[in-house]
């Protein structure tokens, strides 16, 4: 086997969007962790954030640090005290957020991150499943705890995550909502959702009130419209506005981090006390435990997320995060080892 593998890495948080691909060893693994060898890694906004250092307070790495947050692959190796798998299995995870590394070659894994592939999606497909669907269930599960015969609006929900969230949220017994574009119309409606709003021709501002969950996928500049929609006692959870209060104190941050975070948040915590709602962030993290549950949506659904037709190589990763960070995408971008 040879020693030395690609990683796209970089050495320190910069405004430059940019990476180079290093030969660096093939990582060991310790008895709790499984060797992967890479087959394909999806490339996500996460990444601009990881690079840029605007999540560092949330998550500060170690440099040089090899990027890249969910992978499929086949196990190659198993840590001795890992039973649950087996050498030769076809997984798929979102990386423990303190070690991330999909964009190489290998990678070393901790075997509860980890969840077998689905079994109706390639390599390719299932690369971008795992940060979406997780997020998907978390988001609805712990932040929103949502509750059957309640109402959820997701706009901004016609790409892999409201494809993911919808079928989670209809198990949930959840009426569904969902603005996008006109192109995921069919295949959404077809998912479960009970309502879709074609952003370009129906604003959703005018058109809905009273709904129990918004999850917002759209960041800062929606926020006042998506308050407005929600009926008090609500609850408003954002994949992308920015940390608050309360979810420094969930997470458990040291004291000084809390604080930091509630002076970011504060704004929009004040906005949405005033309309009675309460704000949520998240910041998805790993768990084989709900990848499984996932795997089985995926599966019994038929999910396939729709993926960008040009495919990336490791040496060609500067390419694919320039898409990511300032093209137009159609579908996930990923890279094919």
């Given at each position: 086997?040879?020693?030395?593998?690609?990683?796209?890495q970089?050495t320190?948080?910069?405004?430059?969007?940019?990476?180079?691909?290093?030969?660096?060893?093939?990582?060991?693994?310790?008895?709790n962790?499984?060797?992967?060898k890479?087959?394909?890694?999806?490339?996500?906004?996460?990444?601009?954030?990881i690079?840029?250092?605007?999540?560092?307070?949330?998550?500060?790495?170690?440099?040089?640090?090899?990027?890249?947050?969910?992978?499929?692959?086949?196990?190659?190796?198993v840590?001795?005290?890992?039973?649950?798998?087996?050498?030769?299995?076809?997984?798929?995870?979102?990386?423990?957020?303190?070690?991330?590394?999909?964009?190489?070659?290998?990678?070393?894994?901790?075997?509860t991150?980890?969840?077998?592939?689905?079994?109706?999606?390639?390599?390719?497909?299932?690369?971008?499943?795992?940060?979406?669907?997780?997020?998907?269930?978390?988001?609805?599960?712990?932040?929103?705890?949502?509750?059957?015969?309640?109402?959820?609006?997701?706009?901004?929900?016609?790409?892999?995550?409201?494809?993911?969230?919808?079928?989670?949220?209809?198990?949930?017994?959840?009426?569904?909502?969902?603005s996008?574009?006109?192109?995921?119309?069919?295949?959404?409606?077809?998912?479960?959702?009970?309502?879709?709003?074609?952003?370009?021709?129906e604003?959703?501002?005018?058109?809905?009130?009273?709904?129990?969950?918004?999850?917002?996928?759209?960041?800062?500049?929606?926020?006042?419209?998506?308050?407005?929609?929600?009926k008090?006692?609500?609850?408003?959870?954002?994949?992308r506005?920015?940390?608050?209060?309360?979810?420094?104190?969930?997470?458990?941050?040291?004291?000084?981090?809390?604080?930091?975070?509630?002076?970011?948040?504060?704004?929009?915590?004040?906005?949405?006390?005033?309309?009675?709602?309460?704000?949520?962030?998240?910041?998805?993290?790993?768990?084989?435990?709900?990848?499984?549950?996932?795997t089985?949506?995926?599966?019994?659904?038929?999910?396939?997320?729709p993926i960008?037709?040009?495919?990336?190589?490791?040496?060609?990763?500067?390419?694919?995060?320039?898409?990511v960070?300032?093209g137009?995408?159609?579908?996930?971008?990923?890279?094919?080892?």
């Amino acid at each position: 086997m040879k020693t030395l593998m690609k990683a796209a890495q970089i050495t320190k948080y910069s405004k430059d969007i940019h990476v180079q691909v290093n030969d660096i060893p093939i990582p060991e693994i310790d008895e709790n962790q499984v060797l992967v060898k890479v087959k394909a890694a999806a490339v996500n906004p996460l990444e601009m954030l990881i690079i840029t250092g605007s999540v560092k307070l949330i998550q500060d790495y170690e440099f040089p640090l090899t990027l890249g947050n969910e992978l499929t692959g086949i196990i190659e190796k198993v840590g001795k005290s890992v039973t649950e798998f087996q050498v030769g299995e076809d997984i798929y995870t979102r990386l423990p957020s303190k070690r991330i590394g999909a964009f190489a070659e290998y990678a070393a894994i901790d075997a509860t991150a980890i969840a077998p592939m689905p079994k109706n999606l390639s390599y390719v497909e299932a690369a971008a499943a795992p940060l979406a669907g997780l997020t998907a269930y978390q988001g609805l599960h712990e932040e929103l705890e949502a509750k059957p015969g309640k109402s959820v609006f997701i706009p901004g929900g016609s790409g892999s995550f409201g494809q993911m969230a919808v079928p989670v949220a209809k198990e949930m017994g959840l009426n569904v909502i969902v603005s996008g574009n006109s192109e995921a119309r069919e295949r959404t409606l077809e998912m479960g959702a009970d309502q879709y709003l074609i952003y370009k021709t129906e604003n959703y501002v005018d058109l809905l009130s009273n709904v129990d969950y918004v999850i917002d996928t759209l960041g800062p500049k929606e926020f006042d419209n998506e308050l407005s929609i929600i009926k008090p006692g609500g609850k408003l959870l954002s994949l992308r506005t920015g940390p608050n209060k309360l979810f420094g104190k969930k997470r458990d941050f040291p004291f000084w981090k809390q604080k930091l975070f509630s002076i970011a948040g504060a704004k929009y915590d004040h906005k949405a006390k005033k309309h009675n709602v309460e704000y949520h962030f998240m910041f998805v993290r790993s768990d084989g435990a709900q990848l499984k549950k996932v795997t089985k949506i995926i599966e019994e659904n038929n999910i396939v997320p729709p993926i960008h037709p040009a495919l990336f190589s490791i040496d060609n990763i500067n390419e694919a995060l320039e898409l990511v960070a300032n093209g137009r995408p159609r579908g996930k971008v990923i890279i094919n080892f």
